[in-house]
């Protein structure tokens, strides 16, 4: 019977970290108005890009779901427990700032573009969690580029999935004891995805056809000539 309940315990941990198609609660409409936009999705075309960014925009819903629970899988949108006690909305949106900001830190020529960055899920671990087995840093958002100069959609809004591995046991004291807390390996993981995303664009097919006829160049917008 232990055994039993030993292994349906780590498949329910499993599901909470890895599942990347459930977006809890609130989420969920935000995500099938876009599902058509997921990267990955049959038909869609991965196009190179070259931007400057000039305004980072990281939203954080008040409309999501957090959770303060210490259980292995809470249900929630935000669970968030590397800082002290406060607003966790806010300190979710400082963490993803800060990816954000060194994701884009090279990012000075190109297309003069916005970015704006809506928090769909950020799920790291609870204690009871990173104290046995670990998991998943569970990281969702709603990316959107802007041309800076007409404010049209250049790229989105689309679904990015950001997971990354969540050591445990002892593996996660000892990351402790070194000085290598949650926060740095969530912004460094994402700032990596920022900057893989923001290095391409998806575009469906013919889409191309439409921007040429529009005031923007295939060179304005780093296309690969």
């Known amino acids: 019977m232990k055994l ?32 058509g936009l997921i990267g990955g999705e049959a038909g869609q075309v991965p196009v190179a890009a070259s931007y400057n960014v000039t305004r980072l925009d990281v ?42 900001q060194r994701g884009t830190a090279g990012m000075h020529s190109g297309t003069p573009v916005t970015v704006q960055v809506e928090i769909m899920r950020f799920h790291a671990l609870t204690p009871k969690a990173r104290y046995t087995f670990g998991g998943n840093f569970a990281t969702r958002f709603l990316l959107t580029v802007r041309d800076a100069r007409s404010g049209a959609v250049i ?52 889409a191309e056809a439409a921007v040429s006829r529009n005031a923007f160049q295939p060179s304005d917008l780093g296309l690969i000539q």
């Open 155 to 206: 790229d989105g809004p689309r679904i990015v999935v950001a997971d990354c591995p969540a050591s445990g046991g002892q593996r996660a004291m000892e990351e402790e004891a070194a000085g290598i807390t949650q926060r740095m390996v969530i912004v460094d993981h994402v700032s990596g995805v920022f900057q893989r995303e923001l290095s391409r664009r998806i575009v469906l097919p013919g």
């Open 4 to 35: 039993k309940a030993g292994l349906a315990l780590v498949a329910a941990l499993a599901l909470a970290g890895c599942d990347a198609g459930q977006v809890v609660s609130r989420s969920a409409g935000t995500a099938s108005a876009v599902t």
């Open 59 to 100: 939203i954080v819903p008040r409309s999501l779901r957090v959770s303060e629970e210490n259980t292995y899988v809470p249900r929630a949108d935000i669970v968030w427990h590397g800082d002290r006690l406060g607003d966790r909305y806010e300190q979710v949106r400082s963490i993803m700032t800060e990816a954000a």
